[in-house]
């Protein structure tokens, strides 16, 4: 089990991650799941002892392993290294040649290698041997090793943080498999819909929510409440109208009674202390109907922010940038190109996985008008390669590359100051104009980039490259460390763009939603 009683943790500048989260998981695979910055790579950090709560606990029953999102890695490691079974190889082969020193039997595992290996090939790893050096794995095969390292282990909780990141059709297929048929406790992070609707339950960050099922229920349980929530408000709004026309029509009618007093009083038709005597009470009575009034109008904002509290913050990235637009005829790349080009997919449909269709094998990779192409392949095919060298081509086009790494970002400036850099010729009203369709409304236009969450750092960069106004985008698994709620807005941005498009991506629902016009597999 997995269990969190009371956590605070806050980062050294102060900012809270959480206050008092209460969370209890027990044996099956639960789904992390919230926004980014909501604490799930936190709390796995938390539970695998590289971080420590600043108030309350957190507690793993019996060991635990941890997959993070970026394996620690070194170009001079091998596969060995990375499974951290060297020492035990050691000692075996050290005994095997005649060497019976004591410390070789302290460390020596007889079977490691047999099971190593055997985790490997279950993985579709077979062509990777022990003593393979890391510099020569794909991102996929790597991640994949640092999976089956920790199913060698076989800790009593394992606690993964965006496993499917990089990985292949096929091998998500075998890591779905493992996960699922893993007998102990596993806690993993993803944005990953097919893995997500695989769960025993799902954890909602920040507030530690349970829900049993898997994504697809969750959002149906979801949908319901939004709606509950949406009627909940245009009540509260409806109240809210109510009491202010309430309160005007009350000041009206006091109104009327103070000018009809000193109506009376000019015409001094009654004796002078019993028009005193009504003008007080005339006075008491405007008093308590006005705080009365004020009283119930403030109740109903009260209600009308509670219930817009409980509305989930469904914010759009919009885009309109008429310069990206590229005419339908217009050749926007002209790139060498080797291997088999698939063009004969019913676009009206949804995107699926098809046995590869040997045809023309084209001499260079032509793309006209705004095509949104999606490049599929296994891991080490060369799709990042192939947007590399892309992005390096002679321009027909403004191009712009949006690697994994989003390391286009000056980290030390603000997100406005990242925009006016490519730019330059904007006003400041057009720069906070584009910013807020971007969600960096007000303020957080001023953030400083090297301080933004993963899904702020990913809006940032995409307004950055948008901002140049580019007719060709490339993009290299834009979705990989997104949330769900990012990855639609993702998709959603793309839909305003004008331009052609090139994306690298392993995530069907995703390539499908950004409307993919034509294929390329490698």
């Known amino acids: 089990m997995l269990r969190c009683d009371d956590l605070f943790f806050y980062w050294p500048d102060g900012t809270a991650?959480?206050?008092?989260?209460?969370?209890?998981?027990?044996?099956?695979?639960?789904?992390?799941?919230?926004?980014?910055?909501?604490?799930?790579?936190?709390?796995?950090?938390?539970a695998a002892g590289e971080l420590a709560p600043i108030r309350g606990s957190i507690q793993v029953s019996g060991s635990a392993g941890y997959l993070p999102q970026n394996l620690p890695l070194g170009v001079g490691r091998t596969v060995s290294d990375l499974m951290g079974i060297t020492a035990a190889r050691r000692a075996l082969h050290a005994i095997e040649s005649g060497d019976t020193s004591e410390e070789h039997f302290e460390n020596v595992v007889w079977d490691v290698e047999e099971r190593a290996r055997a985790e490997l090939d279950r993985l579709g790893l077979d062509d990777v041997g022990l003593d393979r050096t890391v510099a020569t794995l794909s991102g996929g095969e790597t991640v994949m090793v640092g999976v089956a390292a920790e199913f060698l282990r076989a800790p009593d909780v394992l606690l993964l943080d965006e496993p499917t990141n990089n990985l292949d059709l096929?091998?998500?297929?075998?890591?779905?498999?493992?996960?699922?048929?893993?007998?102990?406790?596993i806690v993993v992070v993803s944005h990953d819909r097919v893995l997500l609707d695989l769960v025993d339950r799902l954890a909602e960050l920040p507030d530690g929510r349970i829900f049993g099922g898997g994504l697809t229920a969750?959002?149906?349980?979801?949908d319901v409440e939004q709606e509950?929530?949406?009627?909940?408000?245009?009540?509260?709004?409806?109240?809210?109208?109510?009491?202010?026309?309430?309160?005007?029509?009350?000041?009206?009618?006091?109104?009327?009674?103070?000018?009809y007093g000193k109506k009376m009083e000019a015409q001094k038709r009654e004796p002078k202390i019993i028009m005193g005597a009504r003008k007080r009470a005339a006075q008491e009575s405007a008093g308590r109907h006005r705080i009365m009034h004020e009283q119930r109008l403030a109740e109903a904002r009260d209600r009308l922010t509670e219930a817009e509290d409980a509305l989930r913050d469904e914010a759009e990235i919009r885009v309109d940038l008429p310069g990206t637009a590229v005419p339908q005829t217009r050749r926007v790349l002209e790139f060498p190109l080797g291997g088999t080009f698939v063009t004969d997919r019913d676009v009206s449909g949804p995107l699926e996985v098809v046995p590869e269709r040997r045809g023309r094998e084209p001499s260079e990779l032509v793309v006209r008008g705004?095509?949104?192409?999606a490049l599929l392949?296994?891991?080490?095919?060369?799709?990042?390669?192939?947007?590399?060298?892309?992005?390096?081509w002679p321009e027909l086009v403004p191009t712009r590359y949006l690697p994994q790494r989003l390391d286009v970002l000056d980290e030390t400036v603000s997100v406005a100051a990242n925009v006016r850099a490519v730019a330059p010729d904007a006003t400041e009203n057009e720069i906070r104009a584009g910013l807020a369709r971007f969600l960096f409304r007000g303020d957080r236009g001023d953030q400083i980039a090297g301080t933004l969450s993963g899904g702020e750092?990913?809006?940032?960069?995409?307004?950055?490259?948008l901002f140049a106004q580019p007719q060709l985008l490339l993009l290299d698994e834009p979705t990989n460390n997104l949330d769900l709620a990012s990855v639609r807005r993702l998709a959603q941005a793309l839909t305003g763009y004008r331009g052609a498009l090139i994306v690298a991506s392993h995530d069907l629902p995703f390539l499908d939603s950004i409307g993919v016009t034509r294929r390329l597999d490698l």
């Open 457 to 465: 750092r990913f809006r940032a960069a995409l307004a950055r490259l």
């Open 370 to 373: 705004p095509e949104r192409i």
């Open 170 to 185: 096929a091998a998500r297929h075998r890591l779905y498999d493992a996960i699922t048929s893993w007998p102990g406790t």
């Open 228 to 259: 509950a929530a949406e009627r909940t408000v245009r009540a509260a709004e409806g109240d809210l109208r109510r009491e202010k026309r309430d309160l005007a029509e009350a000041h009206e009618k006091l109104s009327k009674r103070v000018r």
């Open 17 to 46: 991650v959480f206050e008092g989260l209460d969370l209890a998981v027990g044996p099956g695979v639960t789904g992390l799941i919230g926004a980014n910055g909501s604490g799930k790579s936190t709390l796995l950090r938390l």
């Open 218 to 222: 969750y959002e149906e349980v979801l």
């Open 377 to 392: 392949g296994p891991n080490g095919s060369g799709k990042t390669t192939l947007l590399e060298g892309i992005a390096a």
